[in-house]
């Protein structure tokens, strides 16, 4: 980092919240206290852990004061047995006292340049909303730290209008990583109140109950944060020198919805159009006609892919099932919105099919000799190793 930039040095918080995580915390605050940028703080919030969470992260604030553990005295709202974790998420923003903040999942990790790179870009650029990372995606295999490489996400470095984002983050194209940028500690504040605020503590009535509990859990945040930041900006900047190492698992799954039958492929379409729902008609409503337009034609194409994998079988249809979901979905359009999602839905569709086909019949790990290197805290074999 240049001079001017070391001179202003300012604080960034690292959040994360959890319950039972000693077996990966570790990875987390690793990766944190090994960035190349020093003026950071840990800020974790400890669910109420039955686990050994507790010992771990407490071995660590006695070597190095930037770790900062609160812990609760119980789950917060449990039910049915389920720790809602919402309320974490808001607790932990409060408590960064950093510049700037960022949100990270339990078991996920930084690049070792992260803080610093994400630090130069905003001093470079004050009037942005946030620096938006690329994303490497790695499967977990055991209990031993060792990794395969999945995906990377990458956008082209740059500034994009908020405008360009909002049109663009209810679409398949991996904007959630969103929720991991870095941003303005207020605006991380903002957000996170926000979301606690309109998805769990006030939810629209109309929200179905099993829905309520997920948000309570703060499925959508991902995708919330970022697009409920950029309200209040012009810009914001994809910077592909960060990379944001996220771990793909059974348990990262909020909304374990099947798509196997066309109620399944509804209720899963129908509840991810709830999440964007609020947000875009109380602060995003010129987009909000093309958001409904645009989904209504992907739960039609899905619906008919979902048909055709299953063979044209009439038990997918299971209308008796799906009745009221169909209802309920398109309920939310009108009758032009309606049309123009059955015709979309037909070159969405089509491309779709074929984008099945190339992903068939190629393969490739482009980026994979990437992503075990040092600067990831990955050995050549893919071990998580913080030092060497």
Not at 11 to 20: D, E, G, K, P
Not at 249 to 271: A, C, G, R, T
Not at 348 to 357: A, Q
Request: one cysteine or more; aromatic letters at 18%; glycine letters at 6%.
């Amino acid at each position: 980092m240049d001079k001017s930039a070391l001179d202003k040095n300012p604080l960034v918080s690292i959040c994360t919240t959890f319950f039972n995580a000693g077996r990966y915390i570790h990875r987390v605050i690793e990766s944190c206290l090994n960035q190349t940028y020093k003026n950071i703080e840990i800020v974790i919030v400890d669910d109420a852990s039955t686990d050994d969470s507790e010992r771990v992260v407490r071995e660590y604030t006695a070597r190095d004061s930037r770790v900062k553990y609160f812990r609760n005295d119980k789950r917060a709202n449990v039910l049915n047995g389920k720790g809602f974790v919402a309320d974490g998420f808001l607790k932990m923003s409060k408590l960064a006292k950093g510049d700037f903040a960022m949100m990270m999942g339990a078991d996920d990790w930084l690049a070792r340049d992260y803080i610093e790179n994400g630090v130069r870009a905003f001093l470079k650029h004050p009037d942005i909303a946030g620096v938006v990372p690329d994303l490497t995606s790695l499967f977990e295999h055991g209990d031993n730290d060792i990794f395969t490489f999945d995906c990377r996400e990458h956008f082209s470095p740059g500034t994009r209008s908020a405008e360009w984002f909002i049109r663009r983050i209810y679409r398949p194209t991996h904007l959630y990583v969103s929720g991991f940028a870095l941003v303005r500690s207020k605006d991380f504040v903002s957000a996170m109140e926000y979301f606690v605020e309109n998805y769990y503590h006030n939810p629209s009535k109309s929200i179905p109950e099993e829905l309520r509990e997920f948000f309570r859990r703060a499925f959508g945040i991902d995708s919330i944060l970022f697009t409920e930041v950029l309200t209040r900006y012009k810009s914001f900047i994809f910077d592909n020198s960060l990379n944001y190492i996220k771990i793909a698992h059974s348990d990262n799954s909020y909304i374990p919805l099947e798509q196997n039958s066309l109620s399944e492929v509804f209720k899963k379409s129908y509840y991810y159009f709830l999440i964007y729902k609020y947000i875009y008609k109380f602060k995003w409503l010129k987009f909000y006609p093309k958001m409904k337009i645009f989904m209504g034609a992907q739960v039609l194409s899905a619906a008919f892919i979902g048909f055709f994998q299953c063979g044209f079988r009439l038990s997918f249809l299971n209308m008796k099932e799906s009745k009221k979901l169909i209802y309920d979905f398109f309920g939310e359009l009108s009758f032009f919105e309606v049309a123009m999602a059955v015709i979309y839905s037909v070159p969405m569709t089509l491309g779709r099919c074929f984008d099945f086909v190339v992903r068939k019949f190629t393969k490739t790990n482009a980026g994979k000799s990437f992503v075990f290197t040092q600067e990831n805290f990955l050995d050549p074999e893919g071990r998580f190793k913080a030092n060497g």
